[in-house]
């Protein structure tokens, strides 16, 4: 840039814009001058030599007369290559202008100085910051002139720079962290926080400022963190981290893990703490989570297995220490599948939540409730004095239950049956209580449900006697011991034999006849049901088919056979009786299959539907023991069987009287008004035969004819007849 004051300027030899740096100096003076003009300035050597600072003298043209050591070694030159020189040149071009314009102004103003930084080019081309004082000297020194004091600032600077960087780095790391991150000072009150810490806590900074974090800190946390300061002045730590809550300015609580390191000088002294921070409340919500998840019931929210074992265990030793009594209650709600069932398991979800919400309801707080699995639930109830509070508990959980719940729009009832066993903790372990319980459960199942019944030890022994009674009959299944007995079925207007119910038998070794009522209930309680169940079928499928062939008369002789609840449930069922059926020369029509109302209980839709598929195969079906517990006539509409047979109760009665007459005709009118036969179980005596055949029922079967026979033995029945024995 041109300035209007350098192109009026006729002392200053070249324009200082035509020099460059870095070019050739020029000299102004010769040889001989420049020594003259070395010594006028005798008396500023004596000054300049020893300096560290810089220190020139110009002349008016600016032209170097002298330059002191501190100058040369700045520049880089010897002091002949100076003296004599523009001094100009030695300027960074950028400078050159706005310097020459001071040069002009104080050359205006004699004994003015001026102040300025500016930059010089070394010999070896280096740029050196230069602060510089320039005084018009005038008479001061021998010639006229500018004295020019100089301090290299080139490292200074630098220096200054580089703490800029640094601090800029700094702030960027601190306040733009997402890191929430605070300063405090060696009382721990912070002096410098970041946006991240202000927005984690939901303080502004002014609030945070000066103060330490106890008024933001979860108050049971304070502690945690005047320890961890304490430890690190004392220098117990290096660095402390541990994790601490602060409650939110809107009132929420949050978890954050804390490093708190300290800053210090070179000698080690501690200046400040810096704490990073890390909002690890998500964390450990997830982890509760989890670790709830993990310890709960997901449909109920009710403790689970693994929680209840911890308790009991707890419970154990408690008892162990304070003496007492403590009581395990399993409660199973009885018959819960019917609601699976007709209302779906939608439902069925519904009111086990329901369920457990009012059992929750009457829980103590110190006792433990659980969902122990499908639909049941686990009670322990503790600090208890005798077996009779165990009674109440009980009570008040069945009591619980007893008003309808309103479930999928409509009510439903829902009972239950508790087995309740108490301990003192010191005999069981705390697996047997749980399997007592189950044992008394089982039980109050037994004893018609809707109640509780307390472990004795003698139950104890009758369940290890039916878990022996299943191995042994598992094992009279495979040696034979298990037979097939077969009762006439009789036409009770022509006396002819019309078919045979298939009933099991078990020769025990030792007890003898084992009765089918104790062995079936036992298998019922395993899957050794079903294996029993498919040797009766094919048993008696085969056993039919000689019939067949070896009698005339025999052709339309059918072969009744009973089904248990959990042999219909069976998903292969199906496939076997027709398997079995090929391979015999049974039609499907001599096929009867009796069930009893209990079918439905496990799965009603599923029992429809195999029923129809068995039904469309042409297989018939018989409702055994009807009237019998809990005889409801939907049943009866619902399965639609071929054939009812009406139970030995109403036929062979205690007490014969006219109003179990009425019921047995009504049944037998009922059961032709829906187009089914009547076939009476049970009959004795020949008035009990008259009676029935007077009401119209078309089948029966009894003592009176025959009890079951072996196999081997109907033949000869099938051949003699049973008029004239029987009757007579
Ligand atoms: P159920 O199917 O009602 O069989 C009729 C029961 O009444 C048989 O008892 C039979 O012996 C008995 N009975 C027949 N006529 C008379 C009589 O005039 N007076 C008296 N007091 N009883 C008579 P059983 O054989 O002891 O069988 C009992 C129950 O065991 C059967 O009742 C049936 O529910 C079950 N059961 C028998 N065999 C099987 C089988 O192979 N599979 C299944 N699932 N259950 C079976
Ligand atoms: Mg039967
Ligand atoms: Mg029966």
């Not at 220098?235 to 978890?255: A, C, P, T, W």
């Not at 019931?297 to 209840?308: A, I």
């Not at 409660?331 to 939540?353: C, R, T, Y």
């Not at 409702?623 to 009406?646: H, R």
Request: hydrophobic content about 40%; overall charge negative.
């Amino acid at each position: 840039m041109t300035s209007d004051k350098a192109k009026k300027s006729p002392k200053v030899q070249g324009s200082p814009r035509d020099k460059t740096p870095k070019s050739p100096r020029t000299k102004s003076t010769g040889a001989k001058s420049k020594k003259a003009t070395v010594e006028r300035f005798a008396a500023l050597e004596e000054v300049g030599q020893n300096s560290l600072d810089l220190l020139l003298v110009v002349d008016k043209s600016g032209s170097v007369k002298y330059a002191n050591p501190t100058s040369l070694a700045t520049f880089g030159i010897s002091l002949e290559e100076s003296i004599g020189t523009d001094a100009f040149a030695y300027l960074h071009p950028d400078d050159v202008e706005r310097v020459f314009t001071q040069f002009l102004e104080l050359l205006q103003t004699p004994r003015g100085s001026i102040r300025d930084t500016v930059r010089i080019v070394a010999a070896n081309g280096e740029v050196r910051e230069i602060e510089l004082v320039s005084t018009y000297a005038l008479d001061s020194v021998a010639v006229a002139g500018i004295i020019l004091n100089g301090r290299d600032v080139t490292e200074q600077n630098n220096y200054v720079k580089q703490l800029h960087v640094l601090e800029e780095r700094f702030r960027v790391a601190f306040e733009d962290n997402m890191a929430p991150m605070i300063f405090t000072d060696l009382d721990d009150r912070v002096f410098a926080a970041n946006d991240a810490f202000c927005n984690m806590i939901g303080f502004t900074r002014e609030e945070v400022m000066g103060r330490d974090s106890t008024p933001f800190t979860y108050p049971e946390d304070i502690g945690i963190t005047e320890a961890s300061h304490r430890r690190i002045l004392r220098g117990e730590e290096g660095q402390s981290r541990y994790v601490k809550r602060y409650v939110r300015k809107d009132g929420r609580l949050i978890y954050v893990e804390v490093l708190r390191s300290p800053a210090r000088d070179e000698d080690g002294k501690i200046l400040y703490n810096v704490i990073s921070e890390r909002d690890i409340t998500d964390e450990r919500t997830l982890a509760a989570e989890l670790s709830h998840q993990a310890l709960h019931d997901t449909l109920t929210g009710l403790s689970n297995r693994v929680l209840f074992t911890d308790r009991l265990e707890q419970a154990r030793a408690k008892i162990g220490r304070d003496g007492g009594l403590y009581a395990v209650l399993l409660l199973d709600l009885d018959d819960f599948k019917g609601v699976n069932d007709s209302l779906g398991h939608l439902a069925g979800d519904q009111l086990l939540q329901a369920v457990a919400r009012r059992l929750e309801h009457v829980t103590r707080a110190t006792d433990t409730l659980c969902r122990f699995g499908g639909d049941e639930f686990l009670y322990l109830a503790e600090g208890l004095n005798s077996p009779k509070d165990a009674e109440l508990t009980a009570t008040r959980l069945l009591d619980a239950l007893v008003e309808p719940f309103s479930v999928a729009g409509t009510q439903v009832e829902q009972q239950a049956s508790i087995g309740v066993t108490v301990s003192d903790g010191t005999k069981s372990e705390k697996n047997d209580l749980v399997r007592n319980a189950d044992v008394a459960l089982y039980e109050a199942k037994r004893e018609g449900k809707g109640r509780f019944v307390l472990f004795t030890p003698s139950m104890h022994q009758q369940a290890v006697d039916r878990f022996e009674l299943v191995r042994e009959l598992r094992q009279a299944l495979q040696s034979g011991d298990l037979k097939m007995h077969y009762q006439p079925i009789v036409d009770l207007a022509t006396l002819e034999i019309v078919g045979f119910e298939a009933l099991m038998r078990w020769q025990h070794p030792v007890r003898g006849w084992v009765p089918p009522n104790v062995f079936i209930p036992a298998a019922e309680q395993s899957d050794l049901i079903l294996d029993l169940g498919y040797f009766a079928l094919r048993e008696a499928i085969s056993a039919a088919s000689s019939w067949k062939q070896s009698e005339d008369k025999t052709k339309d002789l059918y072969v009744s056979v009973n089904l248990s609840a959990r042999q219909f449930h069976d998903p292969g069922l199906v496939s076997i009786i027709e398997t079995v059926l090929a391979q015999s020369e049974l039609s499907r029509e001599q096929l009867v299959i009796e069930i009893t109302e209990s079918v439905t209980l496990l799965n009603v839709s599923e029992t429809m539907n195999v029923m129809e598929q068995l039904g469309r195969f042409g297989i018939t079906f018989a409702l055994d023991d009807f009237g019998a517990g809990y005889s409801s006539l939907s049943y009866l509409l619902l399965m639609q069987p071929k054939i009812i047979k009406v139970d030995r109760s109403f036929v062979s009665p205690a007490m014969e009287n006219s109003r179990n007459d009425a019921l047995l005709e009504a049944i037998v009118s009922l059961g032709h008004k829906l187009n089914m036969t009547v076939l009476a179980e049970g009959i004795e005596t020949p008035a009990q035969f008259e009676r029935l055949r007077s009401f119209g029922c078309e089948l029966g079967q009894g003592f009176l004819w025959s009890p079951a026979i072996p196999k081997e033995e109907v033949p000869a029945m099938l051949r003699r007849g049973l008029t004239a024995s029987a009757i007579s």
